[in-house]
Every structure is written in C-alpha cells, then in structure tokens.
C-alpha cells in the first residue's frame, strides 16, 4: 500500500504535470476507464442506483408507508394489494422494506462520511508528526480498535437511550469505525511524508495544516475512498445488528435489521417478513464490496492488467 | 486528594469484583461471567479454527489457480459471505436445521439453547454427540462470516509471496513444487494473515453475541443483553474489559507468531 501512494504522488507532483500532458489520457481518465471495465463493479453500481431509487423515490409512489393502518389485514402472505404481504400489526412489508432501506442507506453513508473525515485527518496528523505524537495519537486508536464495534454501539446505544433516530446511531457507530481509517491513512502518510513535494512545501513556508490538508490527504486519495466505500458495507452490517438486538432504530421507525429481528420466530411460518428484508441487505453490502473492489483495482498504479 | 480511594477500589476490581449489580444484590457479575464464559468460549474458538483452517486451503488454492473458473467461484461465495448479516443466516440455518429434524426424523441438529446441562454425567461419548448436535449450526454461522475475509487476504498475500524472487529461486535450485509451496511460499503468506486474524477476533465476538441470541445460548452474549436491557453498567464494563483482555491477548499471540512464521524477525 504504501508504494502504491508513493508512486501516485510522484505522478501528481505539479514538477511533472507539464510532462504527463504529453500523454493522451489524464490520471482520471485512466481510472475512469479501468473502473467502467471492472464489470462487477459498473453491474453493483447500476443496481445499488436502483435500491438507492427504491429507498428514496419509492415511498412517494407507494400506497403504504411503514407505519400500521387499519385498513391492512394482518398476517397477509404476498398478494396483489400487499406484494410482499403484510405483518402480524398491520404493516405493509412492501413500505417496511422501502422506509428500511432508507434509514440504511442514510446511517451506512453518514458513518463513512463522518469517521473518513475524522479518521483520515487523524492519521495524517499522527503519521505527517511522527515520534510522541504519532505514538500517542495511534494508542488512542488502538483502544478503539480493541473494542468490538457492534457491542461497544450497542451498549452506548441501549445505556444513553439516544437508540432512536438514525443520526443518533450514525454517530454513535461512527465513534468506533473511524479508527480503522486514521490506521490506513497513517500508514500512507508514513511513506508520503518522506517526498520531494512535501519537503518543497515545508522548505516555502507552508504551515503543518496546510501540508496535511493540501498536500498528504489528497496524494491518499486511493486509499481513502477505497477504505471509506468498505466502512460503508461495514456500517450497513452494524447497525441492522444492533437494530436486531433493538438496540438501533425503535418502532415506530424501520430498519431492515429490526425487520429481520421481529420476524426471527416466524421464519418458516411466515417466511415473507423474514427473507425480504434480509436479501435486501445482502444485495446492498455485496454491490458496495464489488464497487469497493473495483474503485481498488481503479485506483492502484501498480495494477496494469486491464480487467475485462 | 482521593487518591487512596481509588486504589482501594482497584484492589477490589482485582479478585474479580466488578461492582454493584443494578440485577440485585445476589447478581455477582464476575461469577455470571465465570459461569458463561466457557460456552462462549467454545463457540468462538471452534468456529474461529475452522474459519481459519478454510480460509488459509481456499485463499493457496485461489491463488494458485488465479484468475480459473475455480477462483472466481471462491471469489464470489466469500463475497457473499462477507455481506452475509450474521443473524439473518443464523436464522437461516436454524431453520434449515428444523426442516433436517424433520426429514430424518430425528433429533440430529438441536436448534435452541447451548445444551451445556443436559448431556451432564453422562458417558463421554453422549456428551460429545449432545455438544456436537448444539454447537453445530451456530460455528458453521460464526465461521463463516470470518472466514470470508481471511481466505481474501490469504490469497493476496500467497499470490505476492508466489511472484517473489526467493520463491523462484527456490523453483530454481530444483525443489519440488510441494516443497516450495508450503516451506517457502506459505509460511511468509501466513505472516499478513495473523495481524488480521488477532484484529478480527474482536468481530468473531460481535458475531458470536448475535448467534447466541438466534440460537439462544446463555453466554456471554446472553449476558450482555441482559446488561444493556437493565442498564448495568459495572456488568458492561466487566464484559468490556474481558472482551479487550481477549483480543490483545490475541494480538500478544500474533506477535509472538511472527518469530515462529518469519526467520528474519527475532525477539531477544
């Protein structure tokens, strides 16, 4: 990994832009076109798009949100009405599904905006400073790696009562997801630090601050993205865990985790509330791991077989 | 200053007292802990062996046939397990295991609870067949789930290894392709691989509460639960630190593998 931002950085050195002009495809070109031939990647693109639709455009278009109505006969297998049946207190599974998907999708991307952001900052910092203060910036993280995300999120989650609203939970999974990015950021910026382009930064004049913000955290732009797309998979796994635990999202708001967690006794009787909601979340991690993949693939100089 | 204060009550914390109980005054939460650790115990590392013993098979065998048929089917079902939610396919198998009940006609897989007291006294091949029907399905679900990840790093790090020059010096010098795999090339592939396994023992305890509570064993996981639910907080922090002591107890091992894997790193 490391010489993977070595030699990228080497390439967006503004000393030898003028030289790679001369080629006939910028650097963004050529990620672009290895990342649209990565075709497991561009198929889970299209298809997280069309979730994403179903998630935020659907519920203005269906008849039924996700909270219970009289007028819903309980316990319905699938039916014309209800395409994918109805719950024991009178839920649309079809409105669950899509208000469940919604409440993912917004808590997996706050949590990777947010600890990339605050993880990535922190790891450049300790890695750009080096001696005392990398070792005690990294023993921070270290406490927040030991501890099992889900338990940790969970416990805060259940003992400050704030397990309600899905930015609560983003946060609050936040707190212990962003460790693993300061680890990845630390470890290019370890290698960064040592370039021309750095020392020509410091040597005019231009502030810590500056050289982390304006030069280190873009040359690990790779990494970056690549590890904030997985957290994102991640995210998604650990909050429908504690929404199962009913640690998360509380009725009478949805998520596909607390779906699966209310039908977990009727798994065979009336399979229809358990299998949707749990396809669903695996078809959402799995396009979000195969686009991580691709964006990896995409964004390593060394990788020069072209995927067909 | 309360500086005596609070050492008297970290001489406390010591013998295995974690404080006032909000389950009662008769709840002692370091014998509740005693008591189940063990199940867990077993769970975590039984799955967390074969996890690994798959993982390290599948990752060789996905790099030596990089880019085969066979490689982008392991690709895939470790990309599926990877999105696998722990609980929904805890469900799965459980009810998987109830239709198998039902096809034999008989009682092969038990489904519900850890089964830690029914098989006591008994001969020590009935106990064995009672912890194998219980522990079945819930390690096929925790093993998975870690399994996916290892074999993934296990095939990066075996197919630099293979690309390497001292591997082909050692093709060079006329060893046998055997000899070369497993003396020369894995025994450094397997170096990645134990930093991620000591990281990943904290997810394999994740795991293992969610699968408790599908299976409803009464573990540690069980245990954590009731915490939360009862707002127990020197329970929670009891737990917390038992589950920190695991895994850098993990990472102490992994370092201390590194000597063992790599000739070039010595601790004197």
């Known amino acids: 990994m490391s010489e993977n931002g070595m030699s990228k950085s080497a390439r967006r050195d503004p000393a030898k832009k003028r030289k790679r002009s001369s080629a006939d495809q910028t650097q963004l070109q050529t990620i672009l076109i290895r990342f649209t031939r990565h075709r497991p990647a561009m198929i889970s693109l299209v298809l997280l798009a069309v979730i994403a639709l179903f998630a935020f455009v659907g519920p203005f ?16 297998p699938p039916s014309g009405a209800h395409p994918l049946g109805t719950s024991a207190a009178g839920h649309d599974v079809l409105g669950q599904l899509m208000r469940g998907a919604q409440q993912t999708l917004k808590v997996a991307f706050t949590v990777s905006l947010l600890s990339t952001a605050v993880g990535s900052v922190w790891g450049a910092t300790a890695g750009y400073y080096g001696g005392r203060v990398d070792a005690f910036m990294m023993r921070v993280v270290d406490i927040f790696l030991i501890v099992p995300l889900l338990v940790a ?129 695996v078809l959402i991690c799995l396009t979000i791991n195969f686009i991580g993949d691709g964006l990896r693939d995409a964004l390593d100089p060394r990788q020069t077989r072209v995927r067909r | 200053m309360g500086d005596r204060n609070r050492r008297k009550r970290r001489h406390r914390t010591a013998p295995g007292e974690f404080g ?143 690309n390497s020059d001292y591997v082909r010096l050692a093709r060079a010098k006329g060893l046998r392709n055997h000899t070369v795999i497993r003396r020369h090339a894995l ?42 639910d009862n707002n127990d907080s020197f329970a929670l922090m009891g737990w917390l630190l038992l589950s920190g002591t695991i895994v850098i107890l993990a990472n102490l091992v992994a370092d201390l593998l590194y000597a063992v894997l790599d000739p070039r790193i010595r601790y004197e």
């Open chain 1, 61 to 76: 278009l269906w008849a039924w949100d996700h909270t219970v109505y009289k007028e819903i006969p309980s316990n319905q």
């Open chain 1, 153 to 281: 999120a969970a416990a805060i989650a259940g003992n400050s009562g704030a397990g309600t609203s899905w930015s609560a939970i983003a946060l609050i999974i936040s707190i212990f997801s962003w460790a693993t990015i300061a680890r990845v950021v630390r470890g290019v910026v370890l290698s960064l630090r040592e370039q021309e382009f750095v020392e020509a930064a410091r040597a005019s004049g231009a502030s810590a601050p500056w050289i982390i913000l304006r030069h280190l955290l873009p040359n690990a732009a790779g990494p970056i993205i690549v590890a904030a797309t997985l957290l994102v998979a991640v995210a998604i796994l650990a909050e429908a865990g504690m929404s199962f635990l009913g640690l998360g999202i509380q009725l009478p708001d949805i998520s596909l985790g607390q779906m699966i967690g209310s039908a977990r006794t009727a798994v065979s009787t009336r399979p229809w509330l358990f299998y949707p909601p749990g396809v669903l979340l």
């Open chain 2, 20 to 162: 006032p109980s909000t389950q009662g005054p008769h709840y002692d939460i370091g014998t509740a802990i005693a008591e189940r650790l063990w199940t867990t115990l077993r769970l975590v590392g039984a799955s967390m062996v074969f996890a690994l013993g798959l993982a390290i098979i599948t990752g060789v065998i996905s790099a030596l046939r990089q880019y085969s048929k066979l490689d982008y089917t392991l690709t895939f079902v470790g990309f599926l397990a990877l999105a696998l939610p722990t609980f929904w396919f805890a469900g799965i198998m459980q009810a998987a295991g109830v239709k198998f009940n039902q096809l034999v006609g008989d009682q092969v897989f038990a489904t519900i609870g850890d089964g830690r007291f029914r098989a006591e006294g008994a001969p020590l091949w009935d106990q064995f067949l009672n912890a194998f029907a219980h522990m079945a399905l819930p390690t096929i679900v925790l093993m998975l789930i870690s399994f996916a990840s290892w074999s993934r790093y296990q095939r990066t790090s075996m197919l630099e290894v293979m």
């Open chain 2, 187 to 228: 025994r450094t592939a397997l170096i990645p691989l134990t930093t991620v396994v000591a990281i990943g023992v904290a997810g394999v305890i994740d795991g293992a509460i969610l699968t408790e509570v599908v299976f409803q064993w009464r573990g540690l996981g069980d245990f954590f639960i009731t915490a939360v």
